[in-house]
């Protein structure tokens, strides 16, 4: 089985990106990033890439697009990413990257006590912020009487947010995200560990998981042939299309995401330019337009107040500040 480029999810973004004189490069799609080693998904399988000097794996993310010499596997360059999900870790510089080029991204959370704003919010900034759309995914709704009362409370969390319901371990689930997936798109799971991720990778891959050309490469790296959780990796879907598994995350933190926020919050930002003084800060001024909208009961305090605590949270830097004369660290995009 051959896949075509578009297949792999090749559009006129990334076609518009290679000169003439590349002409006789290999567009790859990386399919997994190792700690020494990545693998791409080529016309006719997966193969593993040989790095030019110099290059790390951590620069590449699973999704990415790049120029591969077709003979001796070299990779070339890297092309620009459409969309980028990111994360900084808990004392480090440098942002992890989680997916690029996802058309949308799967926030999975259960119909139960795993069910918390707060947290569904910070996930919401980092996918607004990726440029892919967010949809809340709600498993175990098989568990509960009411899911419907799930899928109002995720709706509520941003304008015009698509939320679905569903057991990940039925077919039906497919069927259910099916609008979403399809040739050519990619989609990217996270969520915190337990909530079903894995569950629902499996269904969607089903019989597509079977391919021995497409899993060969991941298989590498366990023994027994499963994926597994703690690495990142592209796995097709049954009805075509492709998926991103990440590892659960336990901390989120939400750092430069001033753009995730302000969408996300649409509520509040739109207040912003009502208020009497250009940079008002919502929190004391007279005239304040956010202030007023709370309190007539228009605007719901407990989002203002964890709108607030995002904002505050997202101007930090992500690590301790440099010395004096020194720069932060340049942000890495595209
Ligand atoms: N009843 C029901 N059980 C589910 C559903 N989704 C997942 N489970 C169960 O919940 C448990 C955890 O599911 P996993 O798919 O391993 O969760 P995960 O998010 O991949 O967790 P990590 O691999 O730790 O990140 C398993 O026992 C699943 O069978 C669902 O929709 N309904
Ligand atoms: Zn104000």
Redesign the pocket.
Known sequence: MTLSLAERGWTAFFAEQCGEEEAGLAPMRILSVHRSRLTAQAESGSVRLWLPVGARTTDYAVGDWVLVQPDTLLLHRRLDRQTLLERHTAGNAATQLIAANIDTLFI?T?CNDDFNPARLERYLALANESGAEPVIVL?????VADADAYIAEAKALQRDLSAVA????SPT?AEALARWCGPGRTVALV???????????NTLAGEAQETPQLTGAIREDDAKGRHT?TARSLHPIAGGGWVI?T??MRTLQVNDAAFGIGTLFAEITELAPLCRFRNCTHHHEPGCAVLEAVAEGRLDAGRVARWRKLIDESAQPAVAPPRAGGRPPPRRKG
């Open positions: 999975v259960s498993t175990k709704a098989d568990t569903l057991d990940a371990k689930a969520g915190s560990s337990g909530v079903g991720k894995s569950t629902l990778l959780t598994d590892p659960g």
